[in-house]
DNA sequence: TTGAAAGCGCTAACAA
DNA sequence: TTGTTAGCGCTTTCAA
């Protein structure tokens, strides 16, 4: 059972008495082939069991048919989903996925993104909640197309898909803050992701002054993400005497939700929560969490369709798209 | 800011005045070159922005550094921890991941694997439930080492990192046998998985042997992998008289228990739960979900590991890998 | 320590 | 409709 050493165009064409360049055409469906010669090569391909080998075309075509997909973390629910969005209409268009995971550290994202660059892959989509300046440097020094996915480059130098996280967040606060809570805490991301973080303050910010509620800082926090984290800070937003928050993380979201019951507090009744990123987490629980919706399979698979429009040199017209999100309200919220 | 037409190997030496062979080798970290020659190549690349062109260096080395992963869903969190293990250590070697989705369709395998080798990666880790005959062939044919993570391949033709299904299920239908509980029933994936299921049935009737208690097969059941299908089957096994049962997924168990809870069940007073993948959806439900516990991230950092070697052609003592399994007792079980 | 030169397997003008 | 012929950018003997 030894591995054949796989032929090669040469092989194929030496068999069939006709030169590369009509190997060449008939795999790549150049429709300037006879049919006859045509069917020879087919079956000296099908015989010798030819594959194209992807590396020598590549280096010949300067096209790699390969998009590099930088993210985060493939495990994160969230981009795992945007992730998936992306793959399906890579694979629609033939193309297919390098992937990196960065845990959103600048030094990786750039490295990545020069490996990428290195790999000449032709597109890349990146994915991560802030854009470092030197990341975002690095990516526009690079030779290939990049769009955005599920991120935003404040400076909007990038072609980007999202939703529109300030009215999101507007929508979420507003919405508690009309069940009669005044007290509304935020809490968002670790602090080194300032953009993040930002764009979740101002939506903030904005639904508290469309109900003339005054800004208290206190009401601010930022955790890591995940289950544990929310356990702990549930506890300082109780101090705090909040009777609702908003949070950037399902899980998070689900923390402090547990925490709260876990010391006497009915949810919704006595408190209300909303998270972002309407994961499968959110329905698992009991009660199920309200959440922003947010169309993450799309998010990835517009993504990606942009990206392969621009690869094609064809012209965007919208270059910063925003998907429509909603308000999925569920058992942590009233009504 | 226009993109510069990246330099080449060619432009690094002629601006040293040295040959190709000189540079590729200070690129390379080839140790024969004079230090001060290799300064001044140092020098050139710097200003150069010289990036070696990973296409071409993998045409002439027939080595691409890029590994294929083959997994079943990047959304599924099972996988999607393997697949970070298997990223982490890839990255170790300087490996890069080409991955792809293949909702376990046989076909869309054998076309990933095909695609994969095409691309001429240097290895491939392929993860999925069943192992198809037909797929175990084109992987067999393929000219690169692969192997399997988290999937068994029933006549152990290719190395493979798991953990001892059979015996998990064995102690997880034993530890609720002990409990008390003589109907208990198993909830598989989707019939067409055989081995998968198999492999279940096989640690289940053992389990059931030693106790001496007579297997039932209206206590067997199979479903779709996720909450609403949990939630569903958790009626038909109510009606079996069951009162625990052994899931092979998480969002089913959790599924299950929210339905019986719902229909005046107590868990895990009146029925006990234990579920397989010990994913993060086993914490955050209250209760939290008794689960076999996995060394998920390690399952695919070990195959991964292992990959190295076969790509580099060192010898592997055991192929067929079983890494410890725990039982992680929470709320769904009693003691 | 360095260079010359032959590929790696394919595409893409350009000719015929 | 088909073939010839340069490359694509790099690695790798083999010599020097």
Same mark, same amino acid.
């Given at each position: 059972m030894q591995k054949k050493n796989s032929a090669t165009i040469y092989d194929v064409a030496h068999r069939v008495g006709v030169s590369l360049a009509t190997v060449s055409r008939v795999v790549n469906g150049n429709s300037n082939v006879?049919?006859?010669?045509?069917?020879?090569?087919?079956? &000296? =391909?099908?015989?010798?069991?030819y594959h194209p080998n992807a590396v020598a075309r590549g280096l010949a075509s300067k096209k790699?048919?390969? =998009?590099? !997909?930088? *993210?985060?973390?493939?495990?994160?629910?969230?981009?795992?989903e945007l992730a998936r969005g992306i793959d399906d209409v890579a694979n629609m268009y033939h193309y297919d996925v390098l992937l990196t995971n960065t845990d959103e550290d600048p030094v990786r994202e750039t490295m990545a993104v020069n490996n990428l660059a290195s790999k000449q892959v032709d597109g890349i989509i990146f994915m991560g909640n802030e854009l470092d300046h030197e990341v975002l440097n690095t990516i526009s020094g690079v030779n290939a197309p990049v769009v955005l996915a599920g991120s935003v480059d404040s400076e909007k130098r990038l072609p980007? !898909?999202?939703?529109?996280?300030?009215? &999101? =967040?507007?929508e979420a606060v507003g919405?508690?803050?009309?069940?009669?809570?005044?007290?509304? &805490?935020?809490v968002t991301g670790p602090v080194e992701?300032?953009?993040?973080? *930002?764009?979740?303050?101002?939506? +903030?910010? *904005?639904?508290?002054?469309?109900?003339?509620?005054?800004?208290?800082?206190?009401?601010?926090?930022?955790?890591?993400?995940d289950y544990a984290a929310g356990l702990q800070v549930a506890?300082?937003?109780l101090a705090t005497g909040a009777t609702a928050v908003v949070t950037y993380d399902d899980e998070v979201a689900i923390g402090i939700m547990n925490y709260l019951r876990d010391h006497g507090k009915r949810i919704p009744e006595d408190f209300e929560i909303i998270t972002s990123n309407d994961t499968k987490f959110t329905i698992v629980t009991r009660p199920q969490v309200?959440?922003?919706?947010?169309?993450? +399979?799309? =998010?990835?698979?517009?993504? *990606?369709?942009m990206l392969t429009k621009l690869m094609n040199n064809e012209v965007i017209e919208v270059t910063q798209v925003k998907l429509p999100h909603t308000l999925e309200r569920r058992g942590t919220t009233l009504n």
């Amino acid at each position: 059972m030894q591995k054949k050493n796989s032929a090669t165009i040469y092989d194929v064409a030496h068999r069939v008495g006709v030169s590369l360049a009509t190997v060449s055409r008939v795999v790549n469906g150049n429709s300037n082939v006879r049919d006859s010669t045509k069917r020879k090569v087919l079956d &000296a =391909i099908e015989e010798l069991g030819y594959h194209p080998n992807a590396v020598a075309r590549g280096l010949a075509s300067k096209k790699t048919t390969t =998009i590099g !997909v930088v *993210m985060p973390d493939v495990t994160d629910v969230y981009y795992s989903e945007l992730a998936r969005g992306i793959d399906d209409v890579a694979n629609m268009y033939h193309y297919d996925v390098l992937l990196t995971n960065t845990d959103e550290d600048p030094v990786r994202e750039t490295m990545a993104v020069n490996n990428l660059a290195s790999k000449q892959v032709d597109g890349i989509i990146f994915m991560g909640n802030e854009l470092d300046h030197e990341v975002l440097n690095t990516i526009s020094g690079v030779n290939a197309p990049v769009v955005l996915a599920g991120s935003v480059d404040s400076e909007k130098r990038l072609p980007s !898909v999202n939703i529109d996280y300030v009215a &999101a =967040i507007k929508e979420a606060v507003g919405a508690v803050i009309k069940n009669g809570h005044d007290r509304v &805490a935020i809490v968002t991301g670790p602090v080194e992701h300032a953009i993040n973080g *930002m764009h979740r303050l101002v939506g +903030y910010k *904005m639904a508290l002054e469309e109900a003339q509620i005054d800004f208290d800082e206190t009401l601010l926090f930022s955790t890591h993400q995940d289950y544990a984290a929310g356990l702990q800070v549930a506890e300082r937003i109780l101090a705090t005497g909040a009777t609702a928050v908003v949070t950037y993380d399902d899980e998070v979201a689900i923390g402090i939700m547990n925490y709260l019951r876990d010391h006497g507090k009915r949810i919704p009744e006595d408190f209300e929560i909303i998270t972002s990123n309407d994961t499968k987490f959110t329905i698992v629980t009991r009660p199920q969490v309200t959440s922003i919706g947010q169309p993450k +399979y799309d =998010i990835g698979a517009v993504a *990606m369709r942009m990206l392969t429009k621009l690869m094609n040199n064809e012209v965007i017209e919208v270059t910063q798209v925003k998907l429509p999100h909603t308000l999925e309200r569920r058992g942590t919220t009233l009504n």
